[in-house]
């Protein structure tokens, strides 16, 4: 019997989805949890997994198409296919296969073993607990999970896992590494080229762009946008990522970036002018308690904010890891529906592009959002001289019905104090 593929329900509020590429052919072989085609949807974009392994049979619903959760995309032909599948990737209880990636919570959140004898590595015959993304991981890394320390409960294999057992292989082969390998980061997106064939070239708006450029225009005709400018001296951030960048990697096992720095400033001054951290309902303010940080991403089909939840209760080290995580997440297409909900401020930096500055529009239902340009060294005064220092210019737009111009140039007199005054440490 043909197993069938079907759009997967990516939230509660999600009633239908659209296919946007098909990875595989028909004809083609397709294994267990080998990406098979890309969604979209109002929330977030995913790559789903194909339910079983075998021959995909046929394509049901093509590029483009939208149809509602639970529709059957395509079928594939399991007859002939390898029993060592199996085996080696285990089978799983409730035999719940057609659950997209997108939706299973990071393999880093694996439940600690009980106390009890170390785990070992098992034979090949023995069975394997991992989840769909830790497979993923295995064969993009070449590792054969079954040699592999699960630490996870009842011997679950984490990502932390694989990394472990791939820094130790390196060790073995005379390759001192003091931090797991670092996962591969996608190319910067880039401009499509176009090949004209007459005057013009017409290609539709993808998903994503639509919605896009619906949620813009939105927000435009609902928030009153005020943009203030404020230039900011980086010299005590930028000294303290160079002074502790390799160790910090050494440690953490990721880079230090400058992001950790700007989320960490604006929870400072929100913390101080709360208004920043609430939304407008009818002529209600409402104020949130959770401080909930969206991150601007920018893909190679448009832009997309995952949202690092109670950003306020983290260390430095935690909203870190949280960037990195929900940033490689969303170039994957691995975000769930909930990574992007629930954001309370947001914060975007087209500096990494070399803007200087920009307008960028607030993230509905949110009062504000702050914008990065690129740090770059400038000649300022200085005691009344001339000096060299790296600044940085930071565009806070915000909702003029809710938030008096007065207020938001206190808000961002208080990021600049937190940059220029820098204490925290990173270590």
Do not use: C
């Not at 509020?13 to 990406?35: F, H, M, Q, Y």
């Not at 149809?67 to 002939?80: K, T, Y």
């Not at 208080?414 to 990173?426: G, T």
């Amino acid at each position: 019997m043909p197993t069938n593929v079907i759009m997967p329900q990516m939230g509660e509020s999600i009633a239908e989805g659209t296919i946007t590429k098909w990875l595989k052919k028909v004809g083609e072989r397709v294994e267990r949890d080998e990406p098979l085609f890309e969604i979209s949807t109002d929330k977030v974009d995913a790559e789903i997994p194909a339910p079983a392994a075998g021959m995909l049979a046929k394509i049901l619903v093509q590029e483009n198409e939208t149809v509602p959760v639970n529709a059957v995309v395509a079928l594939i032909d399991g007859e002939g296919a390898e029993a060592e599948s199996g085996k080696v990737e285990g089978t799983q209880a409730g035999k719940n296969l057609a659950a997209p990636a997108a939706v299973l919570p990071p393999a880093s959140t694996a439940v600690a073993a009980p106390p009890g004898p170390a785990p070992s590595a098992r034979g090949r015959g023995e069975k394997v607990r991992s989840s769909p993304l830790v497979r993923r991981l295995a064969r993009e890394r070449g590792v054969d999970l079954s040699l592999v320390r699960g630490t996870g409960f009842g011997g679950r294999i984490s990502k932390k896992d694989v990394l472990v057992h791939l820094a130790e292989g390196r060790a073995a082969r005379g390759a001192a590494l003091a931090a797991p390998p670092e996962a591969p980061t996608a190319p910067l997106p880039v401009a499509p080229k176009i090949v004209f064939e007459g005057p013009t070239h017409v290609v539709p708006m993808t998903p994503m762009r639509r919605q896009i450029a619906e949620h813009m225009l939105a927000s435009k005709r609902t928030s009153a946008h005020v943009t203030t400018v404020f230039e900011v001296e980086m010299t005590k951030v930028v000294e303290m990522r160079e002074r502790h960048a390799q160790e910090f990697e050494r440690r953490n096992g990721l880079k230090l970036t400058y992001t950790p720095f700007l989320i960490r400033a604006a929870l400072e001054a929100i913390r101080e002018f709360p208004i920043f951290n609430s939304s407008l309902e009818a002529t209600n303010i409402v104020y949130k308690r959770d401080v909930n940080i969206g991150v601007a991403v920018a893909l190679e089909t448009g832009l997309i904010v995952p949202v690092i939840k109670r950003a306020d209760e983290k260390n430095f080290l935690g909203i870190a890891r949280a960037v990195q995580d929900l940033a490689e997440r969303a170039r994957s297409k691995r975000l769930s529906v909930e990574d992007v909900q629930g954001g309370t401020f947001t914060i975007t930096n087209p500096g990494v592009f070399g803007s200087l500055l920009g307008t960028p529009i607030i993230n509905q239902p949110q009062v504000a959002i702050l914008g990065v340009g690129v740090i770059e060294k400038r000649p300022v005064v200085r005691n009344d001289a001339i000096a060299i220092r790296p600044m940085v210019y930071l565009a806070l737009s915000f909702d003029h019905r809710v938030i008096d111009g007065a207020v938001a140039d206190q808000f961002m007199g208080r990021v600049k104090q937190v940059f220029e005054s820098w204490e925290e440490p990173v270590l």
